[in-house]
């Protein structure tokens, strides 16, 4: 198996098996299901985060939406985290988040599914859960942003992900081009989670964008995409 930096993750559009094996066998560690804009319906979802597990992969879902059940259904099936789009304001990440975390930190319901090995839990299941799954509200919006302090510190939150071209757009600066402006809410992003002493995620599609995120102590980078893979080995091939 290559050796890949341990902070990259590859994002998957489709429950592509040959995709999620390749990325394993070439070093990658983390695999991000987006379910939100991608092809996943209910049982290859399950399938493909069964594949992901067994293959020893860390597997975070990006959420159909911020609602209490695609956040459930996927931590159900066993996903290590979910990412939670179309958070705005503080109050409103602190009621969607709730979903992720069981009572009392939160309001997520019991399944005996994949996580409790389809069995009866001990009594210490739930506190060992709400520490080990982790919940990534995405900051795409303006609201998301003026707030970031507040989110970061929420006790429901472990971290954040970005979604650099939803903000700008949201911001009233057309498309994502990292520019300065850009720059500056990664800066105040990376600030808030330092300063809270938790992660945050930065899709880096860029060589520069890259060494900027690692610069600012970006936990983990998406630096690979389902479709973006397949455009660069399709173009490859007919230089």
Same mark, same amino acid.
């Given at each position: 198996?290559?050796?890949?930096?341990?902070?990259?993750?590859?994002?998957?559009?489709?429950?592509?098996?040959?995709?999620?094996?390749?990325?394993?066998?070439?070093?990658?560690?983390?695999?991000?299901?987006?379910?939100?804009?991608?092809?996943?319906?209910?049982?290859?979802?399950?399938?493909?985060?069964?594949?992901?597990?067994?293959?020893?992969?860390?597997?975070?879902?990006?959420?159909?939406?911020?609602?209490?059940?695609?956040?459930?259904?996927?931590?159900?099936?066993?996903?290590?985290?979910?990412?939670?789009?179309?958070?705005?304001?503080?109050?409103?990440? *602190?009621? #969607?988040?709730? @979903? /992720? %975390?069981?009572?009392?930190?939160?309001?997520?319901?019991?399944?005996? $599914?994949?996580?409790? +090995?389809?069995?009866?839990?001990?009594?210490?299941?739930?506190?060992?859960?709400?520490?080990?799954?982790?919940?990534?509200?995405?900051?795409?919006?303006?609201?998301?942003?003026?707030?970031?302090?507040?989110?970061?510190?929420?006790?429901?939150?472990?971290?954040?992900?970005?979604?650099?071209?939803?903000?700008?757009?949201?911001?009233?600066?057309?498309?994502?081009?990292?520019?300065?402006?850009?720059?500056?809410?990664? *800066?105040? #992003?990376?600030? @808030? /989670? %330092?300063?809270?002493?938790?992660?945050?995620?930065?899709?880096?599609? $860029?060589?520069?964008? +890259?060494?900027?995120?690692?610069?600012?102590?970006?936990?983990?980078?998406?630096?690979?995409?389902?479709?973006?893979?397949?455009?660069?080995?399709?173009?490859?091939?007919?230089?």
């Amino acid at each position: 198996m290559a050796e890949v930096h341990a902070s990259y993750m590859v994002w998957l559009s489709t429950p592509h098996q040959a995709m999620l094996e390749i990325s394993r066998d070439m070093g990658f560690g983390h695999v991000v299901l987006d379910i939100e804009h991608g092809l996943f319906d209910l049982e290859t979802t399950d399938r493909i985060i069964a594949l992901g597990k067994a293959l020893g992969m860390k597997v975070h879902a990006k959420v159909l939406g911020p609602e209490t059940i695609p956040i459930q259904q996927a931590l159900d099936m066993g996903c290590d985290s979910v990412i939670i789009p179309h958070i705005g304001d503080v109050e409103h990440a *602190r009621e #969607v988040t709730r @979903a /992720a %975390k069981y009572p009392p930190l939160g309001k997520r319901s019991f399944s005996g $599914t994949r996580p409790a +090995r389809y069995n009866v839990v001990k009594p210490d299941y739930y506190e060992r859960e709400n520490a080990v799954t982790r919940c990534y509200p995405m900051v795409e919006s303006a609201a998301a942003l003026k707030d970031i302090e507040a989110i970061i510190a929420l006790p429901t939150v472990d971290g954040l992900f970005m979604g650099p071209s939803d903000l700008s757009l949201d911001s009233g600066r057309g498309a994502y081009r990292n520019t300065d402006a850009d720059k500056a809410d990664l *800066r105040r #992003v990376a600030a @808030a /989670a %330092k300063a809270a002493g938790k992660p945050w995620i930065m899709p880096a599609w $860029t060589k520069a964008e +890259r060494v900027f995120a690692t610069e600012l102590g970006a936990g983990y980078l998406v630096v690979a995409d389902e479709y973006g893979s397949l455009i660069l080995g399709l173009a490859e091939s007919i230089r």
